[in-house]
């Protein structure tokens, strides 16, 4: 359904999608089937949407903006395609933006050039997303902090956020590794031998500090490499996931490391301020062996 009032220039639309008054979509752009377009919004050409979308009122799609299956777009959502945008100056090419499928935008947020939304997350109302959604999260704020994981009947989780401190995890091959901490008057001392503490003999180690409250960290799964994490002061949340079951785990005392094997995706937020996070990897260093897109890692696990 098109409404007479609404400028639809592509022919390229799905069955059963309603576009209603006062929308002007270009030749260019692709909309798929059963999809619900609300008034007052403009798509231009470099635009591909999946079906079942939702576009509410007042929202302007510019090229290069992707909205896979199922998505939600609350009224009003600003989307950018142009980090130093000039007038009468374009680049040769427009930053890509992608909201995955199942994903919702709350109404009035803004979201910069060249992120990824993740599957099945969710932006809060008037938030400002200043970097890429990891999937299943909630974001809200300015910029936009990862607040907590959504549950879903795919990927479970063991405890909600803060609360899986402890005990083992449903993640087959995450666990945690005690090491002898020593307390006197002058002081702690907490001490890790390899031989007998630890799973393997570390190939490299490095630190991770000083990052912004918003920022989130790891986003990745290996192939071959182990990691321990141990976090040397303050606290980092860790989130685990193998596809098929989820953990949020709290790193907040360096009297205990965190395995996390190969084939696990490990997400770190909500550092403190003082958070000193140091990990040890049973690799050296090699980018082949890194799964960065969290689609890709899903069909290595399904392999």
């Known amino acids: 359904m098109i409404h007479p009032a609404a400028d639809v220039q592509s022919t390229q639309i799905g069955e059963r999608t309603r576009i209603w008054q006062y929308c002007v979509v270009l030749p260019g752009a692709r909309i798929g089937a059963d999809c619900n377009i609300c008034s007052h919004c403009f798509i231009e050409n470099d635009v591909l949407i ?90 809200v704020g300015n910029p936009a902090r990862l607040l907590r994981y959504l549950s879903d009947e795919n990927v479970p989780t063991s405890a909600p956020v803060g609360e899986s401190s402890g005990g083992s995890s449903p993640v087959p091959g995450v666990d945690w590794i005690p090491l002898k901490n020593v307390r006197d008057v002058r002081g702690q001392l907490t001490v890790a031998e390899w031989s007998r503490d630890m799973p393997f003999s570390p190939r490299r180690m490095f630190f991770i500090h000083r990052v912004p409250g918003a920022r989130v960290r790891g986003e990745h799964a290996h192939r071959q490499c182990e990691q321990v994490l141990l976090c040397v002061t303050g606290s980092v949340h860790v989130v685990v996931d193998d596809g098929r079951q989820r953990d949020e785990l709290v790193l907040d005392s360096p009297a205990r490391a965190l395995r996390i094997p190969p084939g696990v995706w490990a997400t770190h937020y909500r550092y403190s301020s003082d958070a000193v996070l140091a990990v040890f990897a049973s690799h050296e260093y090699d980018e082949s062996d890194y799964i960065r897109d969290y689609d890709e890692f899903l069909k290595y696990r399904q392999a």
């Open 50 to 139: 999946g079906d079942r979308v939702t576009v509410k009122c007042g929202v302007q799609l510019w090229d290069g903006v992707t909205l896979e299956d199922d998505v939600f777009i609350g009224p009003n959502v600003t989307f950018t395609n142009d980090a130093r945008p000039r007038s009468r100056n374009h680049p040769e090419e427009f930053l890509k933006t992608v909201v995955k499928k199942g994903a919702s935008v709350g109404a009035n947020a803004t979201l910069l050039p060249g992120i990824t939304i993740g599957k099945d997350s969710m932006v809060g109302a008037g938030s400002v997303v200043t970097s890429n959604v990891p999937p299943g999260t909630v974001v």
